[in-house]
């Protein structure tokens, strides 16, 4: 009984975690974050989770992704260019951000801003 009870607890704590970020399990909480985010959600062709990475405001380029129009070739683009991308670092000002990340054919300057709780790509 106390094994279960125990089981029972693990599983609301976990369960509350999840549903309390909003994002739906996505996790947009620093700018480093939203990053791995958006490197997950390019590989596993996660329209939903790439237009959470992606600011409103964000340039007219990223328009698709925030809208989830994305097209197939679009979807494998963005898996290729993200594969295997890693973050260097990253700078905080105030409510603006940008990391800096490694992909594979190139470096890579991502500037976010702080919107709502989370940390949102603008432009690279």
Do not use: H
């Not at 999840?18 to 490197?39: F, K, M, R, V």
């Not at 989830?68 to 979807?75: S, V």
């Not at 470096?107 to 949102?120: A, G, L, T």
């Amino acid at each position: 009984m106390k094994k279960a009870k125990m089981i029972l607890g693990v599983i609301l704590f976990s369960s509350m975690i999840l549903t309390s970020c909003g994002n739906n399990g996505y996790d947009l909480s620093t700018p480093e974050a939203t990053i791995n985010t958006l490197i997950k959600a390019s590989s596993e062709k996660d329209k939903e989770g790439l237009s959470l990475c992606f600011s409103k405001q964000s340039a007219r380029e990223f328009k698709s992704i925030v809208n989830k129009t994305l097209t197939e070739k679009d979807l494998n683009d963005l898996d290729e260019m993200f594969r295997n991308a890693k973050v260097k670092s990253s700078k905080i000002d105030g409510s603006s951000a940008s990391v800096s990340i490694k992909l594979t054919i190139r470096d890579e300057e991502i500037f976010m801003v702080k919107e709502n709780e989370n940390w949102v790509i603008l432009d690279f």
